[in-house]
């Protein structure tokens, strides 16, 4: 008699991590179900589209993630609708839309007795300005922007509901994640717009003088660690997902810079209030109980983003 196979439904699966997510859930022996809006394209998903079941739906639509919910061992949460540098200007809308729906999705998930729900938090946004780096999990939480205020909100809930119903949840606190699948346009994701628009010629844009440091993360390593967070069995329930390596803004254009053989024009405008000075996250707790760290550093991920940028240059810059 053969096992069960285990099924995982991926919230927003057709976007940069969730299209990631799902070939790893599919390459660990996973049944998979994406369900994403109508709009969606599905191109990120066309070479495996026939191995996975896909739902049109509305996130704000109780009745719409009933139906996803329904058979679904486990719910990989990458639903998002605003940005940091944008929520603080439309915070009704960040809280109607992100945490109002995740509370419902976290109602549906009870009813039908999913057994983890692995939901993807801002490691680069909910510690606020660090007091120390790396940051630990148990840094205090001092959120700039509404978006990363959110996003705690939501961890909070999570821990409400298994406290009241039971339902356990896992939630990874995402650095900057960059590579394959990345919208190469937009305002978010600073690898792929510095690739995009040195590859077109095109002026970038640094808010502040480029010293802002962060922790980039390799799309193929934040797929691993979402498929780990699934079955990891610790007493932990928060986990920072980072390399532990911070690169300013100045030095991810001189990498880029050594990846593209381009030298990059760069224009600096006035620092943002929503940015803080530096964000590296140390994954220590990750590595410990989920035996997952990081394999791909900067350098490595850049050849590899730069590489199927031009593969893919159409799928890259079209609009999700």
């Not at 179900?33 to 079941?53: G, Y």
């Not at 510095?194 to 808010?207: D, H, K, M, N, Y």
């Not at 532990?244 to 254009?253: A, E, K, M, Q």
Request: contains cysteine; aromatic residues 10%; neutral net charge.
């Amino acid at each position: 008699m053969h096992k069960r196979q285990s099924s995982c439904l991926v919230l927003g699966g057709c976007g940069f991590i969730g299209s990631n997510v799902v070939e790893h859930l599919l390459d660990e022996g996973y049944r998979v179900r994406v369900f994403d809006t109508p709009s969606a394209s599905r191109a990120n998903l066309a070479a495996v589209e026939s191995q996975i079941d896909f739902i049109k739906g509305d996130f704000l639509n109780e009745a719409d993630l009933d139906g996803a919910m329904r058979g679904m061992d486990f719910v990989v949460h990458l639903v998002g609708t605003t940005l940091p540098a944008n929520s603080n200007h439309r915070p009704v809308y960040d809280i109607e839309s992100n945490l109002l729906g995740t509370i419902s999705l976290l109602q549906v998930s009870v009813r039908h007795k999913v057994r983890r729900v692995v939901f993807a938090s801002s490691g680069g946004t909910v510690y606020g300005e660090p007091r120390e780096v790396p940051i630990t999990e148990e840094h205090p939480t001092d959120p700039l922007c509404s978006y990363g205020i959110a996003k705690l909100a939501i961890e909070k809930y999570l821990r409400l509901f298994q406290h009241l119903h039971g339902l356990d949840y896992t939630v990874l606190r995402i650095s900057n994640p960059y590579g394959k699948y990345q919208k190469f346009t937009g305002e978010q994701g600073a690898v792929g717009i510095f690739l995009a628009r040195v590859s077109e010629g095109q002026t970038i844009t640094i808010w502040g003088d480029g010293s802002v440091t962060r922790d980039y993360v390799y799309v193929g390593d934040v797929a691993r660690a979402f498929v780990k967070a699934l079955t990891q069995d610790s007493a932990y329930r928060v986990f920072n997902i980072g390399t532990g390596v911070g690169t300013s803004l100045r030095g991810l254009l001189g990498k880029i810079e050594r990846v593209t053989g381009i030298t990059p024009v760069v224009v600096f405008s006035e620092g943002r209030p929503v940015d803080v000075s530096t964000n590296i996250l140390d994954s220590t707790r990750a590595s410990k109980y989920m035996n997952w760290r990081a394999e791909t550093d900067c350098d490595m991920g850049l050849r590899k983003t730069w590489s199927w940028f031009f593969e893919n240059k159409a799928k890259a810059t079209a609009a999700y």
